[in-house]
């Protein structure tokens, strides 16, 4: 079987044939097709699968530890997948359509929010799947961070901000005054 399959690996991923293949793909009239109205991020499209595959691995990981491995949890790897290119698409869609031939304006920020939302749930369950199987190696921060963000991207986005630095206060012209904190018991100042 190895002796089948190693000069068929080395056949689809020897560069000449991939550049073939992209060359084919890309005069393709379906491949026009496809990347003009339904998607045409594909770098992305491989950071997503990527991180599906870590979030498949850590599930069947923390199955296995639990002993609760089953067939039915591997049958919500295609919904999710199936959900995901609807999203995908509707991305797409939303930011690339045209009016009179003109591009659109008003969602050019879709995209970017869809495929954020889908990265970082992603990267949360990875995470909580790693909690659960080691959980002294998983900051708590971590994950509160990113179920803020899952739940809701904007006060996510507050909490990042950093706090404002009090103005100095001005006593006089030329003179400012800087309140610094009162010094700690203990600590010694020079």
């Not at 990527?50 to 790897?77: E, M, N, P, Y």
């Not at 879709?110 to 909690?131: G, H, K, P």
């Not at 659960?132 to 006060?155: G, I, Q, T, W």
Request: hydrophobic residues 55%; neutral net charge; proline residues 7%.
């Amino acid at each position: 079987m190895r002796a089948l399959l190693q000069p068929l690996v080395l056949l689809v991923t020897e560069p000449r044939t991939v550049f073939v293949l992209n060359t084919a793909l890309g005069a393709s009239p379906w491949a026009l097709l496809v990347r003009q109205y339904l998607f045409a991020d594909w770098q992305f499209a491989g950071f997503l699968f990527t991180l599906i595959l870590v979030d498949t691995i850590t599930g069947v990981l923390r199955s296995w530890q639990k002993r609760q491995v089953s067939s039915r949890a591997f049958s919500r790897i295609f919904i999710k997948c199936l959900v995901y290119l609807l999203l995908l698409i509707l991305a797409h869609v939303m930011t690339s359509f045209t009016i009179k031939g003109e591009v659109n304006v008003m969602f050019q920020w879709f995209d970017t929010f869809i495929y954020c939302a889908m990265m970082a749930r992603e990267a949360l369950s990875v995470l909580e799947n790693l909690a659960s199987v080691a959980p002294e190696l998983v900051p708590k921060v971590l994950l509160k961070r990113l179920a803020l963000f899952s739940e809701d991207p904007e006060a996510a986005l507050r909490e990042l901000k950093p706090a404002p630095t009090p103005e100095p206060e001005v006593v006089s012209p030329g003179i400012v005054e800087i309140s610094s904190p009162t010094p700690a018991e203990g600590v010694i100042l020079n």
